[in-house]
């Protein structure tokens, strides 16, 4: 009987496969028409009987909408539904999209810088140095991560949103990192070699770059896209606390009296966290599909960085 597959090479297989369906739904979301994922239409007849139904759209639904000034805006086929406003999906997840892993690898850069240098701090320094280098990690992850974060976000200006979750998200996951790096140190500076090759008068950023990087480059590229996945999850959990980087639309209903309130909010340039902003106006009204959509893909790619994650480390130890 051949040999099954390792665990390594079925999650390299399954990071690719998801990886090609996530491309293959953006370039199809970012192929649709401007007005798709940017235009407001209030409702819409169906192909069969020309019924009318009011966005959000379901699944799968072939709509010719109309918008506030009942004008056509065409024939539309929707392949994972609207939001409140009649805008595709699709479309809205595929602009969303690029941002959101912008916004993550530069998360992620700060995470490392910042756990790099505290993990050299903790691995090279006296043992006064590590007491306290381990100390203020383990206070900042005693700390409610995502308090801190909104805090730290907040703080900011409104005119430095991208720099404020930069340093938000950043601060809240450099601790693994600084771990990981510390650990890597101490297991070299533990190791015989390092005494030959102190004998040999090798010291200082000499020794770092010959033995000590050699252990960390490794343990850093099976820690990055772990870390990519945590900050994928961590823009989700901020977006549906409606903190996210652009602004929105509310769309109002008038009630009983006049009065209006706010039955949804659409987002002008969409991230991914930001399209569950309206997640629980949506649930309260039993309008899945504008939650479940955005939810599932981040979902999906987080797992396409978990399981990258899994065949770098497997790779790492074979």
Same mark, same amino acid.
């Given at each position: 009987?051949?040999?099954?597959?390792?665990?390594?090479?079925?999650?390299?297989?399954?990071?690719?496969? /998801?990886?090609?369906? #996530?491309?293959?739904?953006?370039? &199809?979301?970012?192929?649709?028409?401007?007005?798709?994922?940017?235009?407001?239409?209030?409702?819409?007849?169906?192909?069969?009987?020309?019924? &009318?139904?009011?966005?959000?759209?379901?699944?799968?639904?072939?709509?010719?909408? @109309?918008? !506030?000034?009942?004008?056509?805006?065409?024939?539309?086929?929707?392949?994972?539904?609207?939001?409140?406003?009649?805008?595709?999906?699709?479309?809205?997840?595929?602009?969303?999209?690029?941002?959101?892993?912008?916004?993550?690898?530069?998360?992620?850069?700060?995470?490392?810088?910042?756990? @790099?240098?505290?993990?050299?701090?903790?691995?090279?320094?006296?043992?006064?140095?590590?007491?306290?280098?381990?100390?203020?990690?383990?206070?900042?992850?005693? @700390?409610?991560?995502? *308090?801190?974060? /909104?805090?730290?976000?907040?703080?900011?200006?409104?005119?430095?949103?991208?720099? $404020?979750?930069?340093?938000?998200?950043?601060?809240?996951?450099?601790?693994? #990192?600084?771990?990981?790096?510390?650990?890597?140190?101490?297991?070299?500076?533990? %190791?015989?070699?390092?005494?030959?090759?102190? *004998?040999?008068?090798?010291?200082?950023?000499?020794?770092?770059?010959?033995?000590?990087?050699?252990?960390?480059?490794?343990?850093?590229?099976?820690?990055?896209?772990?870390?990519?996945? $945590?900050?994928?999850?961590?823009?989700?959990?901020?977006?549906?606390? =409606?903190?996210? !980087?652009?602004?929105?639309?509310?769309? !109002?209903?008038?009630?009983?009296?006049?009065?209006?309130?706010?039955?949804?909010?659409?987002?002008?340039?969409?991230?991914?966290? =930001?399209?569950?902003?309206?997640?629980?106006?949506? &649930?309260?009204?039993? %309008? @899945?599909?504008?939650?479940?959509?955005?939810?599932?893909?981040?979902?999906?790619? $987080?797992? *396409?960085?978990?399981?990258?994650? #899994?065949? !770098?480390?497997?790779?790492?130890?074979?």
């Amino acid at each position: 009987m051949g040999r099954l597959p390792s665990g390594r090479v079925l999650a390299a297989a399954g990071a690719l496969l /998801i990886t090609a369906t #996530v491309v293959a739904l953006i370039a &199809i979301g970012l192929s649709e028409p401007a007005p798709w994922s940017t235009s407001v239409w209030v409702g819409g007849f169906t192909a069969q009987g020309h019924v &009318i139904r009011l966005p959000p759209f379901p699944i799968l639904s072939d709509m010719e909408v @109309f918008n !506030l000034n009942v004008q056509s805006g065409g024939r539309h086929f929707y392949v994972l539904g609207s939001d409140a406003g009649g805008r595709d999906l699709l479309a809205l997840i595929a602009r969303g999209t690029p941002p959101s892993l912008g916004l993550v690898a530069l998360v992620v850069l700060a995470r490392l810088a910042v756990g @790099f240098v505290v993990g050299v701090a903790i691995g090279l320094g006296n043992a006064a140095l590590r007491v306290l280098s381990r100390g203020m990690g383990r206070w900042v992850i005693g @700390f409610p991560y995502l *308090a801190l974060a /909104i805090i730290t976000i907040q703080a900011f200006p409104r005119s430095a949103r991208v720099p $404020a979750f930069v340093a938000g998200m950043g601060l809240v996951g450099w601790r693994e #990192v600084s771990d990981l790096v510390a650990e890597r140190i101490e297991h070299v500076r533990a %190791q015989p070699f390092t005494l030959a090759a102190r *004998a040999l008068g090798t010291e200082g950023l000499t020794f770092f770059r010959l033995h000590v990087v050699p252990h960390l480059r490794p343990a850093l590229a099976v820690e990055i896209p772990f870390q990519a996945s $945590a900050v994928l999850v961590l823009l989700a959990e901020l977006g549906f606390l =409606q903190v996210y !980087l652009n602004g929105g639309t509310a769309l !109002l209903d008038v009630g009983q009296g006049g009065a209006s309130f706010v039955s949804s909010v659409l987002v002008n340039q969409p991230e991914l966290g =930001q399209l569950l902003a309206g997640a629980r106006i949506y &649930i309260l009204q039993r %309008q @899945f599909e504008p939650v479940v959509m955005p939810a599932l893909m981040i979902a999906v790619m $987080a797992l *396409a960085f978990e399981l990258l994650g #899994v065949a !770098l480390r497997g790779r790492a130890r074979s």
